[in-house]
């Protein structure tokens, strides 16, 4: 059990190595980013999840580093850039500060499944990286994967899909890199030719019902 972490509720998910600029406007916000600012310590990101009587945080999030300080306000706003680090478990939280702290439970991916050579796991990434290039091909859309050699790319894929936070939060609690990979090809799977028709579709309005 580690020592009590500072919180930042937030309505996203944020993944290991992903980059996360915010704007700090709150002063319980402000107050804790320059703590972590003097003492060198990161933060925990976790989901605000909606509830029908009261929201309430996600069991899991991230830990997100200072990378930079891009702007600071005369009013103590500012804007910093952030780097997803390292998952933990949410076991209780701490509202004895203006801003929410959390005793955490730190994890990484547990050993790479038995059942998976590592022949087996490269082609698993390397259909995932296609199908997502594929994707991104279909949609216009930025290639964002840094890394492609990540041992942990999946989180690099999922980053900034076009998926509800649901989806994002189940890749996150994942402790195996195959599992979260096989996760991304079933859904690719299934938006890709759906993509496909759609872009067949538009295709067919702008030659008057003819592909050529």
Do not use: W
């Amino acid at each position: 059990m580690s020592e009590l972490l500072r919180l930042f509720p937030l309505n996203l998910v944020l993944f290991p190595e992903n980059p996360l600029p915010l704007h700090i406007f709150e002063p319980r916000y402000r107050e804790m980013i320059a703590e972590c600012l003097q003492e060198k310590q990161p933060f925990g990101i976790v989901r605000v999840i909606p509830g029908e009587k009261a929201n309430r945080l996600a069991e899991f999030g991230c830990t997100a580093e200072i990378v930079d300080v891009l702007r600071t306000y005369p009013d103590g706003r500012m804007d910093i850039l952030t780097a997803g680090r390292r998952r933990f478990e949410l076991m209780e939280i701490n509202e004895d500060r203006s801003f929410l702290r959390g005793k955490v439970d730190f994890f990484d991916d547990s050993a790479t499944e038995k059942t998976v050579t590592p022949h087996e796991l490269s082609q698993i990434r390397n259909r995932a990286l296609a199908l997502h290039s594929e994707l991104l091909l279909l949609t216009d859309s930025e290639d964002t994967v840094a890394d492609k050699e990540s041992e942990a790319v999946s989180f690099q894929l999922a980053s900034n899909l076009p998926v509800d936070l649901d989806f994002k939060q189940t890749l996150l609690e994942m402790r195996s890199e195959p599992e979260r990979l096989r996760t991304l090809l079933d859904y690719y799977s299934k938006i890709v030719p759906k993509l496909k028709l759609m872009a067949v579709g538009r295709k067919r309005a702008g030659s008057n019902g003819y592909v050529h």
